[in-house]
C-alpha cells in the first residue's frame, strides 16, 4: 500500500510566523505536490516537483516555497503567515511518467489555523 | 478555459437507491481522469483511473464510465458507508502538474 504521511494533523500558528510542513511517502515516488483545500474553492495546486531539488509553482504559490532534498520527503514552508493560508494542507505523490495519466496518493491533511 | 464540473454538488440516497453522479470536463489533451472518494477530514483516497472513452472500471457497489465529455460515478444499491464527498480529477496537457479537480459530490446515504 501506497503511503503518504504528513508531520501534524493539526497546527495552530500565529500571523508572521514561519510554518514547516512536512510530508513523506515510501513508495519510492518521483513527483510529489503541496494543495490547499478550501470550502467552495476545491484543490488548488501550490507546487509540485518533479525530482529532488526540482520545483514547479502551482496556481496559487504566492506566500509559500517549498524544498525538495531527498525524494521521499517534500516540505512546504510558509514564510510569514498569514489568517488567509488558514486550510486543510494535503500532500500528494505519484510516479513520473511521460505520458501522464498517473494517479496521485494523498496523505491524510494537515489542517492549519492562523491566528 | 480548461475546467472540470461535478453534479450534483449534494446527493441524498435511501439504502439501496442506485443513482448516479457526473464529472465534465473541457481540456486539451487528456491524459487521465480520476476518481477520489473523501471522508470529512481526510485526504482524497484514490479509486479509478480511466484513459480513453468507453473504458470502465468497477469496484464493489462502484462503477466508472468515461466518454469524451464526462464520466459517470454510478453507485449501485449503496449502503450508509457509502456516504462522503466524491472528487473527479483530470490531468491534462504536458506537465505532470496539470491536473484540475473539481469541486465534488457529496453523497449522503441513509439507512
Known amino acids: 500500500d501506497v503511503k503518504v504521511t504528513q508531520s501534524s494533523r493539526y497546527l495552530v500558528k500565529r500571523t508572521g510566523e514561519k510554518v514547516f510542513l512536512e510530508c513523506v511517502q515510501d513508495m519510492d515516488h518521483e513527483n510529489m505536490f503541496w494543495y490547499r483545500q478550501d470550502p467552495g474553492l476545491g484543490l488548488r495546486l501550490i507546487y509540485f516537483s518533479y525530482d529532488v531539488k526540482m520545483k514547479e509553482k502551482g496556481d496559487i504559490p504566492e506566500g509559500y516555497s517549498v524544498s525538495r532534498e531527498k525524494k521521499e520527503r517534500f516540505s512546504l514552508i510558509l514564510e510569514s503567515a498569514s489568517t488567509n493560508q488558514t486550510s486543510m494542507y494535503l500532500c500528494?505523490?505519484?510516479?513520473?511518467?511521460?505520458?501522464?495519466?498517473?494517479?496521485?496518493?494523498f496523505g491524510p491533511g494537515t489542517r492549519l489555523l492562523v491566528l | 478555459e480548461d475546467q472540470v464540473t461535478q453534479s450534483p454538488e449534494a446527493l441524498r440516497l435511501q439504502e439501496g437507491e442506485s443513482s448516479s453522479l457526473n464529472c465534465s470536463y473541457t481540456v486539451s489533451g487528456l491524459r487521465g481522469l480520476f476518481w477520489y472518494r473523501q471522508d470529512p477530514g481526510k485526504g482524497p483516497e484514490f479509486l479509478f483511473t480511466l484513459y480513453s472513452a468507453g473504458e470502465e472500471k468497477e469496484k464493489e457497489r462502484l462503477k466508472a464510465t468515461l466518454t469524451k465529455k464526462e464520466s459517470f460515478l454510478h453507485i449501485t444499491a449503496p449502503k450508509p458507508e457509502d456516504s462522503a464527498t466524491y472528487l473527479c480529477?483530470?490531468?491534462?496537457?504536458?506537465?505532470?502538474?496539470?491536473?484540475?479537480f473539481g469541486k465534488g459530490t457529496k453523497l449522503s446515504v441513509k439507512p
Open positions: 500528494a505523490s505519484s510516479f513520473f511518467r511521460d505520458a501522464g495519466g498517473v494517479a496521485q496518493y
Open positions: 480529477a483530470v490531468h491534462y496537457g504536458g506537465s505532470q502538474g496539470n491536473l484540475i
